[in-house]
């Protein structure tokens, strides 16, 4: 953990401020950001950032105000508060307003504060970007450019107070470098990307990022448009990744509630493969969104979704948990310290099989790899749960990769799919999003090409 103490101070005054009759939470932020990008062996962007802040929440009666300072100076935030209550009283009454209460739930003792990425040095964040770059061009000689190469960093250090006896910290690092290059052969062009994600500079592998980016390019240059047909595919991992991402968000208390969720009235009910196990666990330090405390400040703490294809549970915070006459799971999400919380998953993973991807292909034997997807939020409807995307990847044929493939769409349902998975891989993949992608098979999907 870092030396955050001072945000705990800060929290507590606020808190101490409360007037008699007003509940008040006070949520103090502070992070770093740095993000280099390289472009034509040049840098082609550069930009650093810091920010601090208070946001302060009042709740009076059945009535909730919200305002927030970017300082940390007494007077400011003692306006603030005042703003807050203001705002409180010319809300719209809400039967469901209230801050987070402890729950018993002990914070958990996470490793991902890494001292040692505050003291790298800009020029060598600008020098990884610069060699991501290079090493994808030299890499192959169809490679006809690199779209951006670049280097992430994050630190991010908070507290929460409350005058209902909420009182937590949580601090992090993060990492990566990410690159997209063209690859193009006989006047045709293909695209390919590649990460590497960590807390610490030590935890990147630029040649990881770089030979991912340039397989995916090269191995679709030809690609054509396959017949239409129904198949079994196979998901690649970052495309798992943005399913079950959807997939989450129709989980989430304030969907369910909303009547904007294909599962809103499917508790207990068997809706996928007995293969199926979705967790969302923030407790999990592989994570790159893993926290040791939620946007109100209550424990993180694994949450099955669904288990062995049966739907356990949904995701809540406070609000929503009160809402729906049970308890928040520790799901309050917030863009730090200006915004007051939501709720949605944290950090999202199917449970792993035993098979990794060339396994699972010689198991599957004639279908479609999909390795990656266009418009899929736009294609995903997460209140019917009709899938209807735009994909490329490669045809598999006697269990091996054959033939790349390109401009067709893949359609289905999001609860058919779910009840249509065959099988899910080993090879879980942890990303630099809120989600851990894993080859996934799902069989009976219809292919839109030709």
Not at 26 to 54: C, K, N, P
Not at 129 to 153: M, N, Q, T, Y
Not at 215 to 243: C, H, N
Not at 365 to 373: E, F, M, P, T, Y
């Amino acid at each position: 953990m870092s030396g955050s103490g001072d945000l705990t101070d800060i929290a507590d005054r606020v808190v101490g401020w409360a007037q008699d009759g007003e509940a008040v939470e006070a949520v103090v932020g502070r992070s770093r950001h740095t993000e280099v990008r390289a472009y034509d062996r040049d840098v082609e962007s550069l930009s650093s950032a810091e920010s601090m802040g208070v946001g302060i929440r009042v709740v009076l009666g059945d009535r909730q105000g919200f305002a927030y300072a970017a300082t940390f100076d007494d007077d400011v935030l003692a306006e603030t508060l005042t703003e807050a209550r203001d705002n409180a009283i010319f809300a719209s009454p809400d039967p469901h307003v209230g801050l987070a209460e402890p729950d018993g739930v002990d914070v958990p003792e996470l490793d991902l504060y890494r001292p040692s990425l505050l003291e790298v040095p800009t020029e060598r964040k600008v020098a990884l970007a610069l060699e991501l770059e290079a090493a994808v061009r030299d890499a192959d000689p169809r490679i006809s450019g690199v779209e951006s190469a670049e280097f992430v960093d994050a630190m991010g250090e908070s507290c929460v107070a409350s005058t209902t006896g909420i009182r937590s910290e949580s601090a992090s690092t993060a990492c990566y470098v990410a690159v997209s290059c063209l690859a193009e052969a006989d006047g045709l062009t293909q695209t390919g990307f590649g990460f590497s994600v960590g807390r610490e500079l030590s935890d990147i592998v630029l040649a990881d990022a770089a030979d991912d980016a340039v397989v995916r390019a090269t191995r679709l240059l030809g690609a054509t448009k396959p017949a239409s047909t129904r198949a079994t595919i196979v998901l690649d991992p970052y495309v798992t990744a943005q399913v079950i991402g959807i997939i989450g968000s129709t989980l989430s208390g304030e969907a369910v509630l909303k009547g904007r969720s294909p599962f809103a009235e499917r508790l207990g009910d068997e809706v996928g493969s007995p293969l199926l196990t979705l967790v969302d666990d923030a407790t999990n330090p592989l994570a790159y969104t893993a926290s040791a405390t939620d946007g109100e400040g209550l424990a993180s703490r694994r949450n099955a979704l669904i288990t062995d294809g049966v739907l356990s549970q949904f995701v809540h915070n406070a609000y929503t948990g009160r809402w729906a006459g049970t308890a928040s799971t520790g799901n309050a999400v917030r863009g730090g310290f200006k915004s007051t919380p939501g709720v949605g998953c944290r950090a999202l993973a199917l449970a792993p099989g035993e098979l990794d991807q060339p396994a699972l292909l010689r198991q599957v034997g004639d279908g479609l790899l999909i390795s990656s997807v266009i418009g899929m939020h736009s294609g995903v409807n997460p209140i019917s749960g009709d899938f209807s995307t735009g994909a490329e990847g490669l045809r598999i044929t006697d269990g091996e990769l054959g033939a790349p493939l390109r401009e067709f769409t893949i359609a289905s349902t999001l609860q058919r799919m779910l009840r249509d998975i065959e099988a899910v891989g080993s090879d879980i993949d942890w990303l630099p999003m809120s989600a851990a992608g894993v080859s996934l098979v799902i069989r009976d999907v219809t292919i839109s090409g030709t």
